[in-house]
């Protein structure tokens, strides 16, 4: 029997069916579920290396980071800032979580000795009924000089609008370019991925309240995941091959039984008798018992 024959199952609709999903499946495996998990974890590892990095070193002036030529990515970094808090720049932002409760960020605009303007994260302050805002200070007035973390734009959220409420303008993401529109006024981006960032006050500093904690310091769990997509995506054909093995061997075994098991050939006609022919009940039955011995089930 030549290989095309014995194969030829294989166009029939549910082994069509089998193959293209497996195809897909291992093709989602390698190009995006096994590479988004991979890049997650590349991610993650640099920001790790960022952050420590920057727990022992000096701060540096952030005038000496902002952009000009040949400025690299520098969230993270530890910075000082010398200059005064801009008068009713104080924006909101929406959905924060201090203490695994309802909070709110408190953004405000800081102008440099220089003359250009920075956006500054003054910390969060928690909103004890879940909902009303306490009471926010205004930044102190006059020359002030700061400590901070430079953190990377969020970007804004499509759907989601700024608004005003209670008495203040609120954002429900912290983007540099949308801040600069709802406040009207140009702010000046400091080098910190393609949206640029802002500074994110460490404790005890002027007009600061709680900081934001810095992330964990793990690798998460995005390399083993990365690995097992791998793995899924070898083991879908090889699960695949292995249907096709066995299909095949149970046909060989079903031809070897019914070559041993048939009578020799003989003429009706002259033996005066009629070859007696299997009912399409008998077959049916037949059928039944090969697939349950196959592929597993209960005998009828």
């Known amino acids: 029997m030549s290989v095309v ?26 190009s995006i579920l096994a590479p988004w998990q991979l890049g997650k974890n590349n991610r993650t590892s640099h920001r790790n290396d960022l952050i420590a990095a920057s727990v022992n070193a000096t701060p540096v002036d952030v005038t000496t980071l902002l952009p000009g030529p040949g ?22 932002e929406r959905l924060q979580r201090l203490a695994d409760k309802p909070a709110y960020g408190v953004l405000a605009t800081f102008r440099l000795t220089d003359g250009r303007t920075v956006l500054v994260d003054r910390g969060l302050v928690a909103a004890p009924d879940g909902a009303h805002l306490p009471q926010i200070a205004e930044p102190p007035t006059g020359p002030q000089h700061l400590q901070a973390r430079i953190r990377r734009s ?16 609120q954002v429900y993401s912290l983007d540099i370019g949308q801040l600069s529109t709802v406040l009207e006024s140009p702010i000046t981006a ?18 600061g309240f709680t900081p934001q904690p810095l992330p964990q310091l793990d690798q998460g769990p995005y390399l083993s995941y990365g690995l097992q997509w791998i793995a899924f995506g070898v083991m879908a054909p090889l699960g695949l091959a292995y249907f096709v093995r066995a299909e095949l061997r149970e046909r ?12 020799p050939t003989a003429d009706p006609a002259a033996a005066g008798e009629t070859a007696a022919q299997p009912s399409p009940a008998d077959s049916a039955q037949t059928n039944d018992r090969r697939l349950a011995d196959r592929y597993g089930g209960t005998r009828r």
């Open 5 to 30: 024959r014995r194969l030829s199952f294989l166009f029939r609709p549910g082994w069509v069916i089998l193959a293209l999903v497996v195809v897909a499946f291992a093709y989602l495996c390698f």
């Open 71 to 92: 400025t690299a990515d520098v969230e993270w970094r530890r910075v000082t800032a010398n200059g005064s808090y801009v008068p009713g720049s104080t924006v909101l």
């Open 154 to 169: 969020e970007g804004s959220i499509p759907g989601k609008e700024p608004m005003t409420q209670d008495g203040y303008r």
């Open 190 to 207: 400091i080098p910190a991925g393609d949206k640029g960032g802002y500074l994110q006050l460490d404790d005890n500093q002027p007009g």
């Open 252 to 263: 060989r075994r079903e031809r070897a039984e019914e070559a041993a098991g048939s009578p």
